[in-house]
């Protein structure tokens, strides 16, 4: 049976939570250190590892039927792929920052200027969009040091914390995109691996949503029982079931964490206990 060949990247960022994807979702790979390649046991699945870099460029030729890559790269090599899936980590934002002591009111000020960067074509056209023209500098890394050795004015850079920008003296002054891990896909897929393909992304899509959710166990008064229940109404609604000691119910209900964040507060109020939170491994909706 012919394969699902995915890149991955080779050893950086998104190594780690790409793999760790994989495995929640079931495929486990047979050679934990990474190679050039490996194949997947129990799953038709074979995994190529590359730079990031690369990888659009390799899913654009069909070399990997798809790739997990950052958005940011997705975007600079303007390759002939599809994005299908966004996956939630290794989030970052591209932004131009300038030196902290300069004065910066809006986009227009960088007409002229020099701008350092490893991602020109997100850049130029994002410029040329708002009418200015810059020079810009294309560096493949340690672009963050440019200013403060004459080589540029400015400059477009992957921000995460912003730590960085800071030990170099510099601020944020635009944010142009925001990235995060995604899955692109060649253009050119045959049915028999478009069905392997179907299957590998309901799988990513039920271990997504399950990290997304909690399952919650709370004892419950019964006199607020009601309002407990409206307020964590959960996928369908929530299972209650009667306590051993008289006039208490326990409540199971399935939240969003930042949903169940927003509600604590009024759950204590209605005089919820013994709340439990815990991860849930997969979920099928
Ligand atoms: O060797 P290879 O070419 O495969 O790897 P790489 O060095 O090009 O990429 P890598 O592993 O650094 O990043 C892979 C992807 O992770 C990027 O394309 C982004 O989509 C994403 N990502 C998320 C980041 C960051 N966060 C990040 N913080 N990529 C880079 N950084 C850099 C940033 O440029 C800055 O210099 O980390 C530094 C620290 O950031 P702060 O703001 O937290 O200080
Ligand atoms: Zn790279």
């Not at 958005?71 to 390759?79: L, T």
């Not at 601020?171 to 896909?185: D, G, H, N, R």
């Not at 000691?245 to 326990?250: K, R």
């Not at 919820?272 to 997969?282: D, F, M, R, S, T």
Request: contains cysteine.
């Amino acid at each position: 049976m012919e394969k699902l060949r995915i890149a991955i990247q080779k050893s950086g960022r998104l190594s780690e939570k790409s793999l760790a994807l994989l495995k929640e979702a079931g495929i486990s790979l047979n050679n934990g250190s990474r190679k050039l390649r490996s194949v997947a046991q129990s799953f038709p699945l074979e995994v190529i590892y590359l730079r990031d870099d690369d990888i659009p460029q390799y899913v654009e030729d069909g070399v990997a039927h798809i790739g997990i890559v950052g958005e940011n790269e997705y975007a600079e090599k303007q390759c002939e792929v599809d994005l299908i899936e966004r996956l939630g980590y290794s989030r970052c934002r591209l932004s131009i920052a300038v030196p902290k002591s300069e004065q910066y009111l809006s986009l227009e000020e960088l007409d002229g200027k020099r701008i350092a960067t490893s991602y020109p074509v997100i850049l130029e056209n994002y410029l040329q969009e708002h009418g200015v023209k810059a020079q810009i500098h294309v560096l493949s890394g340690s672009v963050e040091l440019a200013p403060s050795i004459g080589m540029a004015d400015a400059i477009f850079d992957i921000v995460s914390s912003g730590s960085t920008l800071i030990s170099n003296g510099l601020k944020e002054v635009e944010v142009i995109m925001k990235s995060e891990a995604v899955v692109i896909a060649s253009r050119n897929i045959n049915k028999d691996i478009q069905a392997v393909l179907n299957d590998l992304i309901f799988r990513v899509r039920s271990v997504m949503t399950a990290s997304n959710n909690k399952y919650i166990l709370l004892n419950a008064p019964n006199e607020n029982l009601q309002q407990i229940i409206d307020t964590i109404p959960g996928m369908k609604s929530p299972t209650v079931m009667p306590l051993a000691e008289e006039g208490w119910s326990s409540v199971h209900s399935v939240l969003s964490e930042t949903e169940f964040w927003g509600h604590i507060d009024r759950l204590r109020e209605l005089g919820a206990q013994g709340i439990l939170v815990i991860p849930i491994e997969k979920m099928i909706v």
